[in-house]
């Protein structure tokens, strides 16, 4: 069955370390998003893209950066991770051209900077 | 202001209870509208989705939408203890493939 993925699950860091989440999906969808989501605040956008090599930022994009050289994966880099960046982030993905706007999320990174 | 306003609860009810969760939007654009439910300690899976006005139905839940008004509702029937998760409304305008996320309301449903 197609699904998406993200790995790691769990991760402890330090503060001013760099971190990379990844996301991987087998359905094929060209569209994939991060989102970060906190107590009072949902789910936050981050980063997203469209396709192979096509980035955008979201509303929270400072201190993160993705980069798509295939359909199938969106790391997501923590380029000196700060305690502001404790939180669980999520992954999705969707397809175009299908039900408009609907996503599909991965299970999940719960990332902790000490 | 958010886009879109929904009330974190908790809200507590018994098994069987007929649940009534709700969203508000300020974006008349938006045309598309969807429930997310997330379990603890998961990722949000898409529940309902809607377009434009009215209602859908899907086993023991309702998705209602009133852009007069700019109300979204879901309804849950019969509700169990499974139900128990956070609800998460969406809507978007189209197009861009990037929804408008409430904040979720928590629901426990005790037996």
């Known amino acids: 069955d197609a699904e998406i993925t993200q790995s790691p699950r769990h991760k402890i860091t330090e503060t001013g370390r760099q971190v990379t989440l990844a996301c991987h999906q087998t359905w094929n969808h060209n569209n994939m998003f991060w989102y970060r989501q906190d107590l009072g605040h949902g789910l936050r956008l981050i980063h997203y893209?469209?396709?192979?090599?096509?980035?955008n930022k979201g509303e929270v994009s400072d201190g993160y950066s993705v980069s798509r050289s295939n359909t199938e994966d969106l790391p997501l880099t923590l380029e000196s991770a700060a305690s502001s960046q404790t939180s669980v982030y999520f992954c999705a993905s969707s397809p175009e051209g299908g039900s408009t706007d609907t996503q599909y999320f991965g299970p999940g990174t719960r990332l902790t900077v000490l | 202001q958010k886009e879109v306003e929904q009330d974190p609860g908790p809200l507590s009810v018994p098994e069987g209870a007929i649940v009534s969760l709700n969203c508000t939007y300020s974006?008349?654009?938006?045309?598309?509208f969807m429930w997310y439910r997330q379990y603890s300690r998961k990722g949000p899976e898409l529940l309902m989705y809607t377009y434009s006005s009215g209602n859908k139905e899907d086993g023991r839940f309702t998705a209602q939408v009133d852009k007069s008004s700019k109300y979204i509702s879901l309804f849950i029937r019969d509700s169990q203890p499974s139900d128990s998760a956070t609800y998460l409304c969406?809507?978007?305008?189209?197009?861009?493939?990037?929804?408008?996320f409430g904040r979720g309301t928590s629901l426990i449903v005790h037996p």
């Open positions: 893209s469209y396709g192979v090599q096509d980035t």
């Open positions: 974006n008349s654009a938006f045309q598309y």
């Open positions: 969406a809507t978007a305008s189209g197009g861009s493939y990037i929804p408008t």
